[in-house]
């Protein structure tokens, strides 16, 4: 029987990828989504895209942030973005610009987006902004904050989701993935030395593999409780 795997945030991390595609054992008959942020950060930006080129990705913010930048030049860019630039071609940029926000998977009442959503919205109703940047909310406001920076009255979006739709997404960097009734978070921030995560359908099963390195400090400190006995680094 054919799967559905959902891949976490690779941001470069390319050998982790291929690791994490041969543990779970993917084949021709599966279908492989990421959820976005492929590229910065990490050391094989080009190589990750080509990889999400040939299964499915949503948009992620920082391949907006690219579609954003696309004709600034060089010398207005940061050091990091201008390294994903000088690793990738036009068709990349353009492969960007056809991402959708979310991926329904009706045959397992889920839905994958980068982010996160708000309550009470359909998900072609969910403002762009939300699925590509939520963390902590309060609905129905439209602002969103790091968890490290939200107001008392805050929560992480997770709180407030009820469905109908199960929604995988990726984007927070979580110390352990977030399984809840109604979402799966499932960025365990490779880039940063700790683990890539899957979640294979239709068991719902999580398979992760270790980080071949750090290639990205600073996610060692300010560790927050979001949701339930699971800490986000912010």
């Known amino acids: 029987m054919s799967r559905t795997i959902v891949i976490g945030d690779l941001h470069g991390c390319y050998d982790e990828a291929l690791e994490l595609l041969a543990k779970v054992g993917a084949t021709s008959s599966d279908r492989i989504i990421f959820t976005g942020d492929l590229v910065d950060r990490g050391p094989k930006r080009r190589e990750c895209v080509e990889l999400a080129m ?15 930048q696309r004709r600034r030049k060089d010398a207005d860019l940061l050091p990091d973005h201008l390294e994903t630039r000088q690793v990738l071609a036009p068709e990349h940029l353009d492969y960007f610009a056809t991402l959708p926000h979310f991926i329904r998977l009706p045959e397992y009442n889920a839905a994958v987006v980068h982010a996160g959503v708000l309550p009470g919205k359909s998900l ?3 403002d762009p902004y939300h699925l590509l940047h939520a963390q902590c909310v309060r609905p129905p406001e439209r602002k969103s904050y790091w968890p490290s920076k939200a107001p008392a009255d805050y929560r992480f ?59 990205r400090g600073g996610k060692a400190v300010a560790l927050l409780p979001v949701h ?6 912010s």
């Open 228 to 233: 339930g006995d699971v800490n986000v680094f």
């Open 157 to 215: 979006w997770t709180h407030h989701w009820k469905g109908p739709e199960r929604v995988i997404f990726g984007h927070t960097v979580f110390d352990r993935p977030l399984v809840t009734e109604h979402a799966v978070g499932i960025d365990t921030g490779c880039v940063y030395g700790r683990s890539l995560t899957a979640v294979v359908l239709p068991t719902w099963e999580l398979v992760s593999v270790p980080a071949r390195s750090t290639y």
């Open 54 to 68: 040939q299964h499915e990705s949503i948009l992620g913010n920082h391949e907006e942030k690219h579609l954003q």
């Open 124 to 126: 072609e109703d969910q």
